[in-house]
């Protein structure tokens, strides 16, 4: 399995494309703004097809380009019920953004939940849901490459804002320190924005949240 880390959007919203040449498969962790032309490319070239798009959470950063994604590929899409309003009606974000932006609204195909276990591209991953940035968000953990993909729950030396609609500090606190801080110390942290991090790391000197 490679991994390859595609900032993009206008914000540079991290989107994740994990392909297995040998399987001729590839899953999409989020669809920020423009990242198909980035993927489709890599897709042509590792003679790789899109099978699956999981989404974090559904903040219009990191769902912009969904819809495109699925349309061109096929691909099924997984996220969480929480943040069912923002995957069909989009246009609520775009509205508390003073319409700056045009979003689709994006079908789900399988809802998933806490203690999830799926399987993709040879490897069993485990869902947990880390609500506070926002009801829906989850992580996607990959106990075989040591690697959870976090959404806007962590980041290097930080937190996911909680002043946006729904949000919530306390359950952010909270769920951090039950679903991220209980990861192995050793697994890589790749976050929604910014670069990667280990969850030692984070439990030992994050300011906002001290393992």
């Known amino acids: 399995m490679k991994l390859h880390v595609l900032p993009s959007g206008p914000i540079k919203t991290n989107g994740f494309l994990l ?4 399987r001729g498969e590839a899953v999409l962790i989020d669809a920020p703004g423009n990242i198909w032309v980035l993927v489709e490319p ?12 999981w989404l974090t959470h559904g903040h219009w950063d990191h769902i912009q380009d969904a819809a495109k994604v699925v349309r061109a590929s096929g691909a099924k899409v997984r996220g ?25 609204p994006i079908a789900v ?12 591209l040879g490897r069993s991953i485990e869902v947990r ?18 690697a959870a993909f976090v959404g806007d729950a962590l980041f290097a030396g930080s937190v996911g804002r909680t002043d946006l609609p729904h949000g919530n500090k306390d359950q952010l606190i909270t769920a951090i ?19 990667a991090t280990t969850v030692g790391a984070e439990k030992r000197s994050n300011p906002y949240v001290r393992g």
């Open 177 to 195: 320190r039950e679903q991220i801080y209980t990861l192995p110390d050793d697994t890589a942290v790749y976050p929604g924005h910014g670069p």
């Open 109 to 120: 195909d399988h809802w998933v939940t806490q203690g999830d276990q799926l399987e993709a």
């Open 129 to 146: 849901h880390v609500p506070g940035h926002c009801p829906g968000n989850v992580l996607f953990y990959f106990p075989s490459a040591g």
């Open 42 to 53: 890599i897709l042509a070239r590792e003679k790789c097809r899109l099978v699956e798009l």
């Open 19 to 22: 392909t297995d040449a040998v």
């Open 80 to 104: 969480h019920a929480d943040d069912r309003v923002f995957f069909e009606t989009p246009q609520i974000m775009s509205a508390f953004m003073g319409g700056q932006i045009t979003l689709e």
